[in-house]
C-alpha cells in the first residue's frame, strides 16, 4: 500500500472516530529533572549554601525547615530544568506560600514577588515552540508556613502550534542566572556527541561514548558526577567561576568541568 493511500486511511479514520493528533495533557512531573539551589537568605545572594537534583516541585514544610542547615523561616530557592515541549499551548500553575516567579526562556510569566499574594494559585497560559526549554522557578519564603507547588499541562483547546517566538527580553535584574553564560545547543567532544542529551535534558551518562584510550574516563565515573548545567566544552576536570547574579556585590559561583568535557555543575 502507498504511503499515501496509508495517510489518507489515518486522517479518515481520526475524523470517523473524533480522535485528535494533539499530544495528550503533559504533567510537569513527567520525569524532568531539576537542579534545586537552596539560599540562606531572602534575594538568593551569593553562593547556595546547597544544591541537589530534584524530580519535582511539590514540597509543603510547614514550620519547619526545608533541611540543609536552612532556617525555616528567610530561605530562598531557585529551580532549574531544561525540559522538551511539544508545538502548542501550555497552561502553568504555581502556588507559593509566601512568593514565587515562573521564568521561561527567560522571560517571566507569574511574579507574585512583592503582590501579597501568598498561598494563592497563579495560571498563565504560554505558546511553546517544540523544542528543549529552560524553565526556572523562584521561591521565597519570609515566616510562618511555607510550600510550593508547580505543575504545566498541554492546553488541548490549541489545534495548531504557535510559530517559533522572537528573542524575549531578559528578565527582572535579580534574577541570579541573568548574567551567567548560557548553554550551548550542541556540543561535540572527543567522548561523544551530546547534542540529544542537551536537547532532552538528560544526563552528560546518556551520550557518553569511551575513547578507548587506557586513561579516558569510564562510564561509572561519570555517572556519579551531577548533572551538566552549562553545556559548553571545556578541559575536562578543569574548574571555573561563573556570575549567579547580575549584582557586582556578589561573588560568582565556582563550577567544575565534566570528565565529558561537555560541560560544567556547580562545585
Known sequence: MRPTIRIAILLTLVALLGMSLVPAAVN?????????????????????????????INYNWGYASPGF???????????????????GYYDFTTTADDEAALVI???????????????????VQVAMWQGTHQ???FYREYTSSAYIFVTWAYNKGAYYPPAPQPTPPPPPSNNPNTCAPQSQPNVVTQFGDYTSCIQQGLHQSACFQS???????????????????????????????????CDAQVPPASYKCSKTGAGYFPQ
Open 28 to 56: 510537569a512531573q513527567s520525569g524532568n529533572q531539576w537542579t534545586a539551589y537552596y539560599y540562606a537568605n531572602t534575594d538568593w545572594s551569593g553562593n547556595p549554601n546547597y544544591t541537589e537534583t530534584i524530580p519535582y
Open 69 to 87: 542547615g536552612l532556617p525555616s523561616d528567610n530561605f530562598t530557592i531557585t529551580y532549574v530544568t531544561q525540559a522538551f515541549f511539544y508545538a
Open 105 to 123: 526562556d527567560g522571560v517571566t510569566y507569574i511574579d507574585t514577588r512583592g503582590q501579597g499574594q501568598s498561598g494563592k494559585s497563579q495560571t
Open 135 to 137: 524553565v526556572q522557578v
Open 211 to 245: 575513547s578507548g584510550q587506557w586513561d579516558s574516563p569510564n562510564i561509572g565515573s561519570i555517572e556519579t558526577e551531577p548533572q551538566i548545567q552549562l553545556w559548553m566544552a571545556c578541559t575536562p576536570d578543569s574548574v571555573a567561576s561563573f556570575p549567579v547574579s
